[in-house]
Nanobody, 121 residues
């Protein structure tokens, strides 16, 4: 079994900061992709940031320069530091991973439970 658990959401004022964290656990052989997505009411889920193993980090244009992705491969955790938050950043944020399990032949996608981020004065 593989599980992703995320934390760190909440209410913050415009211009404030928030850090989201995600932890993967279970029958993990390797994590090939780590990422963050978000979904606002009435909109499709969109990519926020993503990194491939041994690759560079990709950011959505709307968050570039404000959000920073980091990871700890040894602990199978990753975080999203969000600075200079804007009301349009309000959404449910989901961590995501593509994981290969022990004795598994392919990578499968996994999602965290989602955490609400609200940016409002």
């Amino acid at each position: 079994q593989v599980q992703l658990v995320e934390s760190g959401g909440g209410l913050v004022q415009p211009g404030g900061s928030l850090r989201l964290s995600c932890a993967a656990s279970g029958n993990i052989f390797s994590i090939n992709v780590m990422g963050w997505y978000r979904q606002a009411p009435g909109k499709e889920r969109e990519l926020v940031a993503r990194i491939r193993a041994r690759g560079s980090t990709n950011y959505a244009d709307s968050v570039k320069g404000r959000f920073t992705f980091s990871r700890d491969n040894a602990r199978n955790t990753w975080s999203l530091q969000m600075n200079s938050l804007k009301p349009e950043d309000t959404a449910v944020y989901y961590c995501y991973a593509e994981i290969r399990q022990f004795y598994g032949g392919s990578n499968d996608g996994y999602w965290g439970q989602g955490t609400q981020v609200t940016v409002s004065s």
